[in-house]
């Protein structure tokens, strides 16, 4: 089973960029359906973007964020440009096995990490 461990979030001001890491342990990383979700306080858990056997990303950050992953590694990435006060939330990474937006389709989570976008 995959284990996931995100880091990379942190403080920035708006217009400014981060990129986050999720980190994979085990052999079969390269099978999963990966994507990122995020949590804003007093908000539900939303997804972001997903990497399957294509790209898929919320509409809210088409254009400024960009989801890559390298299966020789085990490593899923979110390159985040241009970022808003509104991205402010928890980044959480996630394995399933459909390239679906619902977090229902994904059963495997990491811990998540902060990104702060100040104004």
């Known amino acids: 089973q995959v284990q996931l461990v995100e880091s990379g979030g942190g403080l920035v001001q708006a217009g400014g960029s981060l990129r986050l890491s999720c980190a994979a342990t085990?052999?079969?990383?390269?099978?999963?359906?990966m994507a990122w979700f995020r949590q804003a306080p007093g908000k539900e858990r939303e997804f972001v973007a997903a990497?399957?056997?294509?790209?898929f990303y919320a509409a809210a950050v088409g254009g400024r964020f960009t989801i890559s992953r390298d299966n020789a590694e085990n490593m899923l990435y979110l390159q985040m440009n241009r970022l808003k006060p509104e991205d402010t939330a928890v980044y959480y990474c996630?394995?399933?096995?459909?390239?679906?937006?619902?977090?229902?389709?994904?059963?495997?989570w990491g811990q998540g990490t902060q990104v702060t976008v100040s104004s």
């Open positions: 990497y399957g056997a294509s790209t």
């Open positions: 085990g052999r079969t990383f390269s099978s999963y359906t």
């Open positions: 996630a394995a399933g096995h459909l390239l679906i937006t619902d977090q229902k389709g994904y059963n495997i």
